[in-house]
């Protein structure tokens, strides 16, 4: 009979495992030079996208002052708001079909979270040492070496959350007008709290929460699994080829007793240098973020020991059950996959599209609430209205103004309108018809706006002429 304390602690549920701090084991490889080259990648074009220049200016701003998303030559405005709408739906797409099949191969190759953390734990290697190194002076008590060490990496971190804050919020706020006022000290209220808060938050994801983000926080690991299907290639642990495992020294004599065994050694260096400190040999895991570490500790020690490599590797359900037999050649062999790949596709055209029709030329047209409709003094009929020509172009422009209506409709007052790059100008303006009384109340009117330097910039819009 067990006890009522006994059989609570068997019932008893961990929502998660309590592993500790994480010292991952440094392993060298392909999927490690992958990750490397991924790293510089995206932080060369990080750090490095907001200090170039394009015709005097930033080339990639999202200028929150002037509500403008500079990206080189392109220049979007609110009204474009379409366009970065479907940039993020194609990169929502893509990631959908990258996992369909890859599995989580964007977690841990390419994540914010996984290259900063990657980052954060180079440092912490180079400072503290290796990772037993690292483990023994977490145990240590408090000694001046062990506080300098932790103060050196601490100090090195900040620095680079610290310039990673200052980058992000760089691409809101030109970077070099930026830097010029942190220097005095002369930062906005909310250029300040962005660049301290970024700041603090990569200082304290990478630095401290690490796995934890992959693990508890980050919604991509639960609901990866609806996109998974048995030919999604994830790293996998090949179960038939590796079992039952076996130490060197056991395997030998088993070998010599003529006992069956696997490739495996179990030697534990796939665990040792999981960034998330699970077993690969356990099965399919939403912790596992397909960095691929565990594969290149594996192949070193099969080399090592003259057995082929690949015994945890990308593979598909499918193949590891069925070894030997080719897995399918064509990307698109699910309907999923090839849905995913076709709204892709889709959203990538109509984004394409958009962006080739695309005119830079906005105009709002207002009535004048005041006074609807009055009479001239030849006797005509003239109503107002107020223009707003918003002029995209980051060079100055003229614009002719024309009108279609009544048969008698005419503008009073100039046509031509010049306006001044990337600014948007009220023009006031009058409409003036006859009377017809077999035709009052209100009747619709076109104002077509044309580039003077070239008619394929036109805008046409509608609103009413009202007669007594």
Not at 55 to 75: I, M, N
Not at 369 to 395: C, F, P, Q, V, W
Request: proline fraction near 7%; include cysteine.
């Amino acid at each position: 009979m067990h006890s009522p304390s006994t059989r609570a602690q068997a019932a008893r549920i961990e929502f998660y495992r309590k592993t500790g701090k994480i010292h991952p084991r440094t392993v060298s490889g392909r999927f490690d030079t992958w990750r490397w080259a991924l790293v510089w990648i995206t932080q060369i074009s990080f750090y490095g996208a907001c200090w170039l220049s394009w015709d005097d200016r930033q080339a990639v701003l999202f200028h929150t002052a002037e509500r403008k998303f500079y990206l080189f030559g392109l220049v979007l405005w609110p009204q474009d708001a379409l366009l970065p709408a479907l940039l993020l739906i194609v990169s929502a797409t893509a990631l959908f079909l990258v996992t369909m099949l890859a599995g989580r191969v964007f977690c841990g190759f390419a994540c914010p979270q996984t290259v900063y953390t990657t980052i954060f734990r180079w440092v912490e290697q180079r400072v503290e040492g290796d990772h037993l190194a690292r483990m023994r002076l977490d145990q240590s008590p408090a000694t001046p070496r062990k506080l300098g060490l932790k103060g050196a990496k601490h100090a090195v971190w900040l620095a680079i959350a610290l310039w990673t804050g200052i980058t992000f919020v760089g691409y809101f706020t030109p970077i070099r007008e930026l830097l010029w006022n942190l220097g005095p000290g002369e930062l906005g209220p909310w250029e300040g709290f962005w660049v301290f808060f970024y700041a603090g938050f990569a200082y304290l994801q990478a630095g401290f929460a690490r796995e934890a983000v992959c693990l508890h926080m980050c919604p991509y690991a639960r609901f990866q699994s609806v996109m998974f299907d048995r030919d999604t290639r994830s790293v996998s642990y090949d179960a038939g080829r590796g079992e039952p495992r076996k130490g060197l020294r056991v395997a030998a004599s088993a070998a010599t007793a003529g006992a069956p065994r696997g490739d495996c050694v179990d030697c534990s260096l796939c665990v040792q240098v999981c960034p998330t400190g699970i077993d690969i040999r356990d099965g399919l895991q939403y912790q596992c973020i397909n960095c691929g570490l565990c594969a290149d500790a594996c192949d070193d020690v099969m080399t090592r020991i003259g057995t082929p490599t690949g015994l945890i590797r990308f593979a598909s359900e499918r193949e590891l059950a069925a070894p030997g037999v080719a897995p399918p050649s064509s990307v698109l062999r699910h309907p999923r996959a090839a849905a995913y790949a076709g709204l892709l596709a889709a959203f990538v055209a109509l984004g394409g599209w958009l962006l080739a029709q695309r005119i830079p030329l906005h105009v709002d047209v207002l009535r004048d609430r005041r006074a609807l409709l009055h009479e001239a003094a030849d006797g005509s009929i003239e109503n107002a209205y107020t223009l707003k020509l918003a002029n995209m172009e980051e060079a100055p422009r003229s614009f002719r103004i024309r009108v279609e209506g009544p048969a008698d409709a005419r503008l009073v007052g100039p046509d031509i309108v010049p306006v001044d790059a990337g600014s948007v100008l009220p023009v006031p303006l009058r409409v003036a018809a006859s009377p017809q009384p077999e035709r009052s109340g209100a009747q619709p009117v076109h104002f077509t706006i044309e580039a003077v330097d070239d008619p394929r910039v036109r805008v046409t819009e509608q609103t009413s002429f009202l007669r007594p």
